[in-house]
Every structure is written in structure tokens, then in C-alpha cells.
């Protein structure tokens, strides 16, 4: 990757961490790349993955740059072996560790995944995700609705990463404070990870409840890295720059760093998060014909994860338009007309006739990107909470609920 960005420097001392170890692996900057649905497919991940190299690089170091997970498949449809979930679950010759996030409510099934993956040396590492605030997720019991269930977590927990053991592949867990403010697990289910044998624990800093609204509770993050002593705690929520990066970290002690929305529409933030860790006050700020190269870069990477179908390569770059142009003189015309391009070439086209030669325009540019939702009762199976533990009744509709999901 070549990139002729402009760089520029920040004031403050940085707090240079160790290289994340997890397992067997050791990831140079201590930053994790967030499983996001529709999102960290390859094509993303290599964008990521190029721009965090190049900062490693230039911080020295050797190992890989961070972790970057793909997004989320089911383990049902792992299983299942769901055409759709093997594309998801594809990494490039390159990438390294490759890493996959898993979700279940069903022990059996997640070790039949976490063996598929394992055994037959399709990932180095291995997520579950117990932190996913969606209905149709916390509905089935799963995702942060889960860890209420501390039999069922404990068995998925153990399930898995008994499973990835005899290979070698280490297992994380990423979670959620609890269903809302009068449910909260997230201290029982560190220690219960802990114990059953994860190689970390990530904690975005919010309740289901509060989906991606508000402000994240990074007091959290602190408490967990306290209760948690014997592997890395990582901490998730409302990292829009490397300073509130840095800034997590002074706050709470945490090993280090979960990035989801913070990084869309600019991959190059794994450049700066790589020279921050590293103690370097330098950061990138691409003009808009860097960032127009990257979009553009970005679209034919996604052309080639779709095997070559172009028009739905250029379909899945339409979201990512608004995030990349944020803060830029674009202009309404061209960024309509940008979400609605179905070729290569009417990328390039309508890129073309912008000004290419602004600049980075600052505060504009920077902040909080993708949807925020607001606040609201979280979808669950019937008298969820009754109890921590499963009944008879819920434990079937979990049962079911797993083998209800078709895709990836």
C-alpha cells in the first residue's frame, strides 16, 4: 500500500503498551479490529489491515500490526456449512492471525463450530460473541441476553475453547455490561470466562439496552480489568481517534482496545492506533483524493471478495460512501449519486468530479460515525429473567432457536 496522506502531530505523552498476547499469538499493537456485521469482511479487513502495517512498520514493529476479526457467523450455520458463511469466515493467503466470531446458544453446536474451524485450520483465533444487542438475537436468548443465563454461558464458554484446545487456537470472549442498568453480568461472566480457559475478555462499555446510544461507561472497562486478573482485558466503546484509544487506556488499565464504528470510512485510524501505542505523536489525515483512492480501493477489494460480481461489490460500497466523505465539500449531487453506483467504472466517474485537492477537514471529519439507535427494552424469550439459570421451557427454546438459523 502506498499512501500520500499528509501526516500530522499531537501533543502529550503516549502510554506505550506491550504486545497483546493471546495464545500463541502476539499482536505487536494492542488494538482489535470489531467484528461488525455487513463490515469486516475481507475486503475491509485488508484495507484495515494494510494501513495498520504501515504504522507498525513504522513503529518497529515485526509481529502483526493488530487483530482483525471477521464478522459474525452462526454456529449452526458453520455447521451447516451455509455457502454464505464460508465466504464470511474466508481470509486472504496473507492474513495473520485469522481470526472468526462465533455465535451460539447451544454448547454442542459451538464446539461442532469452533472444530470446523479448528481442526480443519480454517482460523488461528477464535471470538464469541456475547454482546450483540440486535432483537432478532437477544430475542433467542443469545448475544448479551446470554451471559443472564450463567449455566448456558459457562457451557458455550467451555465448549468451545475445549474444542480449539488440541489445535492450539486461542478463544476470546466479547460482552456487554448486561441486558440493562437492573441486569448487569458482565463481572460474572469475566470471571467465568477466565476460568474456563479464554485468552481475553473485551467489554464494549453499554448495556443491550442502550444499543450504541449514550455515552460509554469505560468506568466498567476498570472494574473488569480488576476482577480479571490472569489474561488481557480489552475495552470497547466510543473510540473515534487514537487519543480516546489512549485515553481508555490511562482511565480503566486495560490491555487494550476494541475498535468498531470508530474505524468506518477510515481505515487509516489503525495507522495512527499503531503509532500511538508505539509512542509516536504522528496521525494520518488523508485529503479527499487519499480518501477517494481508498474508497476506490476499497470497492475493487470488495469486487474480488464477490468473486468478481461487480455490481454486487459496488452495492456493498454504498453504505460505506457517507462515512468516507463525512466533513468533505462532496455536495448532495454527487453523494446521492455515489450511493447508487453499480460499476467500477461509475465509481471512478463520479469520483473524478470531486475536488480532489481539499484537505482534511478537521473536527468536521471527526467524531462519532455509523447509527447510534437510542435506548430501548431489550427483545427476550419469555420470563428470561426469572431466573439465572435455564428452565426446562427455555432451555428448548434456546434449543430450537439454534437450529432456526439458516444463514451466516
Same mark, same amino acid.
Given at each position: ?41 475481507? +475486503? ?78 480454517? +482460523? ?285
Amino acid at each position: 500500500m502506498t499512501t500520500t496522506a499528509e501526516t500530522t502531530t499531537v501533543t502529550g505523552p503516549s502510554p506505550v503498551l506491550p504486545p497483546l498476547r493471546l495464545g500463541r499469538h502476539v499482536v505487536e499493537s494492542p488494538v482489535v479490529l470489531a467484528p461488525m456485521a455487513g463490515i469486516t469482511n475481507r +475486503a475491509f479487513r485488508r484495507l484495515c489491515r494494510e494501513y495498520g502495517s504501515a504504522g507498525a512498520a513504522a513503529g518497529g514493529a515485526s509481529g502483526a500490526s493488530s487483530l482483525y476479526v471477521a464478522e459474525m457467523v452462526t454456529s449452526r450455520a458453520l455447521v451447516e456449512r451455509n455457502a454464505e458463511t464460508m465466504r464470511l469466515i474466508s481470509h486472504d493467503p496473507g492474513e495473520s492471525p485469522r481470526s472468526v466470531q462465533l455465535y451460539s446458544v447451544d454448547p454442542v453446536t459451538a464446539g461442532l463450530a469452533a472444530t470446523i474451524l479448528a481442526a480443519e485450520d480454517r +482460523a488461528d483465533h477464535i471470538d464469541l460473541n456475547f454482546g450483540c444487542p440486535v432483537p432478532k438475537v437477544t430475542r433467542k436468548g443469545g448475544g448479551a441476553a446470554l451471559p443472564w443465563k450463567t449455566d448456558l454461558f459457562r457451557a458455550i464458554v467451555r465448549a468451545v475453547v475445549r474444542a480449539a484446545a488440541p489445535h492450539d487456537v486461542p478463544v476470546t470472549v466479547k460482552m456487554r455490561i448486561g441486558i440493562d442498568a437492573d441486569h448487569v453480568t458482565y463481572l460474572d461472566a469475566g470471571r467465568i470466562a477466565e476460568a474456563e480457559g479464554v485468552a481475553a475478555v473485551a467489554l464494549h462499555g453499554r448495556t443491550a439496552a442502550q444499543a450504541y446510544s449514550g455515552q460509554a461507561d469505560w468506568e466498567a472497562v476498570a472494574r473488569l480489568k480488576e476482577a480479571v486478573t490472569s489474561v488481557p482485558v480489552l475495552g470497547n466503546g466510543d473510540i473515534w481517534s487514537a487519543e480516546d484509544a489512549l485515553e481508555m487506556v490511562r482511565r480503566t488499565g486495560c490491555d487494550g482496545v476494541v475498535v468498531g464504528r470508530g474505524c468506518l470510512g477510515r481505515p487509516w485510524l489503525f495507522t495512527d492506533l499503531a503509532a500511538a501505542f508505539a509512542g509516536s505523536s504522528e496521525r494520518v489525515r488523508p485529503g479527499l483524493r487519499e480518501v477517494a483512492s481508498v474508497l476506490r480501493r476499497h470497492a475493487e477489494y470488495l469486487v474480488d471478495f464477490y468473486d468478481g460480481d461487480e455490481q454486487r461489490g459496488c452495492r456493498d460500497i454504498r453504505k460505506h460512501v457517507a462515512w468516507y466523505l463525512k466533513g468533505f465539500p462532496a455536495g448532495s449531487t454527487v453523494r446521492h449519486r455515489l450511493a447508487l453506483v453499480d460499476s467500477l467504472d461509475a465509481v471512478d466517474r463520479l469520483l473524478e468530479g470531486l475536488d480532489l485537492d481539499a484537505p482534511w477537514p478537521g473536527d468536521p471529519a471527526e467524531g462519532p460515525r455509523g447509527r447510534a439507535g437510542s435506548p430501548r427494552t431489550v427483545a427476550l424469550p419469555e420470563n428470561w429473567l426469572r431466573g439465572r439459570e435455564l428452565d426446562e421451557e427455555q432451555a428448548a427454546s434456546v434449543a430450537r432457536a439454534e437450529l432456526s438459523v439458516s444463514g451466516g
